[in-house]
Each structure stands twice: as structure tokens, then as C-alpha cells.
């Protein structure tokens, strides 16, 4: 099982401002995501890294930007907030195959980040 | 086109008897696939997996069946209790570097 954290767990925020949502694992893995979800909906990749450096986009489109400068860190930043925004965001990370004991697609998620964009 | 379906959107089922939850996918390439939990406010938990080399994996209460000429798996729960009650979650991968698809997930309620 990871260790992985998100910050703010919850975040209620005026439309045009700024936010940053932080995500930190402490196993070392290679792999990092974000997905966003809406409720009664699936789980849908928005942004994912699969090292330092790299950084791609996900199968759904989304105004975020990510950046992973560090293997333990991956936020996403929305830079002007809006309403549609509303969502809760889970990051994930994940080993390589070969990284460790555990298959590399078996992810685990962090408790999540709920954003609510008035 | 959604890959992964959960077509069953709730079930509700008496404590101590067995909770089956399906799931059924389109993509042949899918080679390893995933149960995960959720509770309200709080992150999807890895429950259990199965690759495709397998049509069985049991860990404790839980157990997922796997029928790759059916394109589908069930993951059994038995005997449910009252704290199973959440969102299950069923993904699949292709290959062993590809990312999750996710379906659209199950709300399990299991009665005292």
C-alpha cells in the first residue's frame, strides 16, 4: 500500500482565483496520476507522469496544468478557476513493472481533494 | 465508448450472505483487471486483482472470477458485513505499462 497525500482535502474557492492542489507519495514510485471524478460517474485520467520531467495528458481534457520536479511530488494548478471546475480530483501513483514486488498497474489512490468553485 | 461497464448501478443485500458484484469489458487486450473500494469523501482502496492468466484469485471475504470468453468478472464478497457498504470500483489495463480504465462503479449497501 502507498503512502500518498493530497492537500486541501477540501477547498471552496471564488471563480478566477488560482489554485494549486498537492499530491505527495512517499514510495518512491515511478508513476504518478490524477483523475478526476464526479459522483456516479467514473473515474476519468486527467493528467499522468511516469518520471522526473515527464509529465502527459490523460484521456480527458482538462484546463490543469501538472508539473513533477521531484519523483515524491506531482500538484496540479488550475490558473482561473471556474464553476465547471467543481469535482473532486484523486491522485495516484504506482510502481514500474520491475520496480517492485507489486504489478506495475495496480495504482493507489490518495484521499482525495475536493474543489468547489463558486 | 466506455471499455469497462458496470451496468448494475446498486445492489442491496442482507448481512452474512454473499454480495456479487459484475463487470463486464469490450477490449480484448485487457490483460489484467482490478477492484477498487471507495468511500464517501475519501480515495478508491485497492481491494483485489486478477490477470488474465487466471480465472480466480481469493484474498480473505474476497474473491474475483474471471470469464475472458465472456469479457466479464464478478467480484464475490462473503459474508458481507455492514462496513462493506461503499462504491466498488472495477478497471483493467493492457499491458503491463498501460493506465487503468476505470467503469462507472457499483454502490453496495449491505442491511444489519
Known amino acids: 500500500e502507498a503512502d500518498i497525500y493530497q492537500t486541501p482535502r477540501y477547498l471552496v474557492i471564488g471563480t478566477g482565483k488560482k489554485i494549486t492542489l498537492e499530491c505527495s507519495q512517499t514510495?518512491?514510485?515511478?508513476?504518478m496520476y490524477w483523475y478526476q471524478q464526479d459522483p456516479g460517474m467514473e473515474l476519468h485520467l486527467i493528467h499522468y507522469?511516469?518520471?522526473?520531467?515527464?509529465?502527459e495528458k490523460g484521456d480527458l481534457s482538462s484546463e490543469s496544468t501538472v508539473s513533477r520536479i521531484r519523483t515524491e511530488h506531482f500538484p496540479l494548478t488550475l490558473e482561473s478557476a471556474r464553476p465547471s471546475h467543481t469535482s473532486q480530483y484523486l491522485c495516484?501513483?504506482?510502481?514500474?513493472?520491475?520496480?517492485?514486488?507489486?504489478?506495475?498497474?495496480?495504482?493507489?489512490f490518495g484521499e482525495g481533494s475536493w474543489l468547489t468553485v463558486v | 465508448d466506455q471499455q469497462v461497464k458496470q451496468n448494475s448501478p446498486s445492489l442491496r443485500v442482507q448481512e452474512g450472505r454473499i454480495s456479487i458484484l459484475n463487470c463486464d469489458y469490450t477490449?480484448?487486450?485487457?490483460?489484467?483487471f482490478l477492484w477498487y473500494k471507495k468511500y464517501p469523501a475519501e480515495g478508491p482502496t485497492f481491494l483485489i486483482s486478477?490477470?488474465?492468466?487466471?480465472d480466480k484469485n481469493e484474498d480473505g471475504r474476497f474473491t474475483v472470477f474471471l470469464n475472458k470468453s465472456a469479457k466479464h468478472l464478478s467480484l464475490h464478497i462473503v459474508p458481507s458485513q455492514p462496513g462493506d457498504s461503499a462504491v466498488y470500483f472495477c478497471?483493467?489495463?493492457?499491458?503491463?505499462?498501460?493506465?487503468?480504465?476505470f467503469g462507472k462503479g457499483i454502490t453496495l449497501s449491505v442491511r444489519p
Open positions: 495516484a501513483s504506482s510502481e514500474s513493472p520491475g520496480q517492485g514486488k507489486t504489478s506495475g498497474n495496480t495504482i493507489y
Open positions: 514510495m518512491g514510485h515511478d508513476k
Open positions: 507522469s511516469y518520471g522526473v520531467n515527464s509529465t
Open positions: 477490449n480484448s487486450m485487457f490483460d489484467y
Open positions: 486478477i490477470s488474465s492468466i487466471k
Open positions: 478497471a483493467a489495463s493492457a499491458g503491463a505499462n498501460s493506465k487503468l480504465t
